[in-house]
């Protein structure tokens, strides 16, 4: 069986963070969110294992999976789910195979659905329950079969919400591949598996076990570091000089940590550096961030962002790469900032 990850979306809700950058290479936990994909389809037994991609995707996707094995496969135009399905025709040939989205985690991989893709299934599908399932596809089950689905429906019929997993056999091509475009101009995955229960082939949903993040917004992208960071490992590999560790931290090779207090659990990515400054819990560094005589905590500093001489805290923000905060004079308030890459802040 292959996998197949898709990554050209724009991301559009994620702006400004997204305007230079596609959402799956965004760090939670130190890891580029398209990393997690890839790992669990390798968990499940996937040998092959490609990503579709657009022409303004390709280079970062690229350079995030540079360790990786895979396949690129190139969507021109974003014309919808079951379109970057089709783009992959000639990869996926004729068997089985996983499509995952690659801006979605799972906490306990993918293998409770490849166990629900037996003989005389059509499809399985991931589904999680929500509280507003308008801005998802949403399953009617009878017993494990989905009767119906719909695509971000004003009135729901259910809670259920389609999750970023779905298991198909062969038979999706009968609908893929005479599928017309939707009232948004899209082609959507929706449409081509309502297809198969219309034809009578039989599709299973199948309700995901532990937690599930789809990293649409910022808010997402910290609760999904949290939920990430709460399955650390301590692990010390850097330089820490008279600072106090508290709980479950990573220091990875080549950070340093000076003068300064990290409670855990918080990720402090490889060339990083904290001094004379306090990280909290939920906090991860990316590679070269720094964080100097500044508190920092339930935050994500991506790739060499900077957080120096800012007098309180920052909380609940996200830094961009190489987005740069400092401050000539403390303020008494705290604050919260969402910052694309590059971006330049001096509170003064």
């Known amino acids: 069986m292959k996998g197949l990850i898709l990554a ?18 965004i760090r939670v936990a130190g890891r580029p ?6 790992e669990n389809l390798l968990a499940a037994g996937m040998e092959e294992i490609g990503v579709v991609v657009s022409p303004e995707t390709e280079k970062d996707i690229r350079e995030a999976l540079s360790g990786y094995k895979v396949r690129y496969l190139l969507q021109e135009e974003p014309q919808g789910l079951a379109h970057a399905v089709a783009v992959a025709r000639g990869f996926l040939g004729d068997g089985p195979f996983v499509l995952y989205l690659g801006d979605n ?14 003989e005389g299934v059509s499809a399985v599908l991931a589904l999680v329950r929500v509280k507003d399932p308008r801005q998802f596809g949403v399953a009617v089950l009878e017993g494990d079969r989905i009767v119906r689905l719909l695509e971000k429906p004003k009135e729901p019929p259910s809670d259920l919400a389609v999750a970023g997993v779905y298991v198909f056999g062969p038979e999706i091509w009968e609908t893929v591949e005479g599928l017309k475009p939707s009232a948004r ?9 309502q297809g198969l229960i219309d034809r009578g082939r039989k599709v299973v949903g199948v309700e995901v076990e532990g937690w599930w993040k789809d990293t649409g917004r910022p808010q997402d992208l910290l609760d999904a570091n ?24 990573v220091v990875e ?11 855990g659990p918080a990720f402090i990515g490889e060339g990083a550096v904290v ?29 060499h962002a900077l957080l120096e001489d800012v007098a309180l805290r920052l909380q609940e923000s996200i830094l961009g790469v190489g987005a740069e905060v400092r401050s000539r004079n403390g303020l008494p308030r705290a604050h919260r900032l969402i910052l ?9």
Do not use: N
Request: glycine share 10%; hydrophobic share 40%.
């Open 33 to 38: 969110i398209i990393h997690y994909a890839v």
């Open 8 to 25: 050209a979306g724009r991301g559009t809700r994620l702006r400004p963070l997204t305007h230079t950058r596609p959402k799956p290479v």
């Open 185 to 193: 101009g899209e082609y959507e995955i929706t449409d081509a598996i």
């Open 105 to 118: 985690l799972f906490q306990r991989g993918i293998g409770r659905f490849l166990e629900a893709f037996r």
């Open 253 to 263: 090779k080549g950070a340093k940590v000076v003068g300064s207090t990290v409670i």
């Open 340 to 348: 694309g890459d590059l971006s330049q802040v001096e509170l003064a």
């Open 275 to 303: 001094e004379e400054a306090y990280v909290g819990p939920f906090t991860s560094l990316g590679p070269g961030a720094r964080v100097v005589r500044a508190e920092v905590e339930y935050s994500i500093l991506e790739d």
């Open 226 to 249: 949290r939920l990430l960071l709460e399955e650390l490992s301590p692990k010390v590999e850097g330089e820490v000089v008279k600072s106090q560790l508290t709980g479950r931290v």
